[in-house]
């Protein structure tokens, strides 16, 4: 069973960032956010969607419908 639902608003907004392949440094600046905050949500959507690096969670996103 998917995980998505243990996502918040901003976590799904920075997935859908890395599935369109965006940087961190453009995915803070898009959302008026820091870098740094960027990198401490990622790490816990990794944790939460049980993915290890960007690419994973891309994957991860585009099969479970978070890039929309």
Do not use: C, D
């Amino acid at each position: 069973m998917p995980h998505t639902h243990k996502l918040t608003p901003r976590e799904r907004e920075i997935v859908r960032g890395i599935t369109r392949g965006h940087s961190n440094r453009e995915i803070a600046s898009e959302l008026g956010i820091s870098e740094q905050t960027v990198k401490n949500q990622l790490t816990i959507v990794f944790q939460k969607l049980h993915t290890k690096n960007r690419l994973e969670l891309a994957v991860y996103a585009l099969r479970h419908g978070l890039h929309v």
